[in-house]
Nanobody, 115 residues
Framework: QVQLVESGGGLVQAGGSLRLSCAAS????????MGWYRQGPGKQRELVAAITNSGSTNYGDSVKGRFTISRDGSKNTVYLQMNSLKAEDTSVYYC?????????WGQGTQVTVSS
């Protein structure tokens, strides 16, 4: 099992930056992949960014070039640096851990971008 705790959401103006953190309850390198998803009102949950245990990354088309996923193994934490934020980035952001066939989710953190 994996417990995930997100932090770092909040209110920011368009063009600004935020960094989200996701602390895992065990060694993140033992987890196949970790990532961030978001779900806006009335929308499906979508991939924002993901990183495998080998370090490969993947980004959603709408955030490429603006968001960066990274990790700190000493803290068992994955980060999402979000720059050049837009109003359409407003959403609840969820941390995800894919451990073989199982998916684990954090509680979500709200990001609101004012235009």
């Amino acid at each position: 099992q994996v417990q995930l705790v997100e932090s770092g959401g909040g209110l920011v103006q368009a063009g600004g930056s935020l960094r989200l953190s996701c602390a895992a309850s065990r060694n993140i390198f033992s987890i196949n992949a970790m990532g961030w998803y978001r779900q806006g009102p009335g929308k499906q949950r979508e991939l924002v960014a993901a990183i495998t245990n080998s370090g490969s990354t993947n980004y959603g088309d709408s955030v490429k070039g603006r968001f960066t996923i990274s990790r700190d193994g000493s803290k068992n934490t994955v980060y999402l640096q979000m720059n050049s934020l837009k109003a359409e980035d407003t959403s609840v952001y969820y941390c995800n851990a894919k451990d073989w066939i199982l998916d684990y989710w954090g509680q979500g953190t709200q990001v609101t971008v004012s235009s």
